[in-house]
């Protein structure tokens, strides 16, 4: 038997083993991983910047500068970190849901019709409509 495994073998004898109850498990939650992180700061962003900031200008795209006005200030009301919006930002262009064209960014036409109706247009709709076949 190699040393490492006697160290691990004894090791887990003298350890206190307790049941996993709930009140157990609440204590050693896991980290979110990189997927679930991910799709927490697009839904951030979508729901709090995004989905907000179209209903206000009332059009399907909206600039830059616009964008910076309404970022800086969720950020600074919901105290979320600005590199969080950043990242989920990026991340909704690269899923396709916002287009971008120089200084101009839209949404994916397929969410027009709710821009039109202005009803509140949560993430996993968003989802759902992009990825539809029609």
Same mark, same amino acid.
């Given at each position: 038997?190699?040393?490492?495994?006697?160290?691990?073998?004894?090791?887990?004898?003298?350890?206190? +083993?307790?049941?996993?109850?709930?009140?157990?498990?609440?204590?050693?939650?896991?980290?979110?991983?990189?997927?679930?992180?991910? +799709?927490?700061?697009?839904?951030?962003?979508?729901?709090?910047?995004?989905?907000?900031?179209?209903?206000?200008?009332?059009?399907?795209?909206?600039?830059?500068?616009?964008?910076?006005?309404?970022?800086?200030?969720?950020?600074?009301?919901?105290?979320?970190?600005?590199?969080?919006?950043?990242?989920?930002?990026?991340?909704?262009?690269?899923?396709?849901?916002?287009?971008?064209?120089?200084?101009?960014?839209?949404?994916?036409?397929?969410?027009?019709?709710?821009?039109?109706?202005?009803?509140?247009?949560?993430?996993? +709709?968003?989802?759902?409509?992009?990825?539809?076949?029609?």
């Amino acid at each position: 038997m190699f040393k490492c495994d006697y160290d691990i073998k004894s090791n887990n004898k003298d350890r206190n +083993t307790e049941k996993m109850t709930l009140e157990n498990y609440k204590h050693k939650e896991r980290k979110k991983g990189k997927h679930a992180s991910s +799709t927490e700061n697009r839904r951030l962003v979508w729901e709090f910047v995004i989905w907000p900031l179209i209903l206000e200008v009332n059009r399907n795209y909206f600039t830059l500068q616009e964008y910076h006005i309404k970022r800086d200030s969720i950020c600074e009301n919901k105290e979320i970190l600005p590199s969080k919006v950043a990242g989920g930002f990026v991340s909704l262009l690269v899923k396709g849901i916002l287009v971008r064209e120089k200084n101009i960014y839209s949404i994916h036409y397929k969410l027009i019709p709710y821009m039109r109706k202005k009803v509140h247009l949560d993430y996993g +709709t968003v989802i759902r409509e992009i990825n539809t076949k029609k």
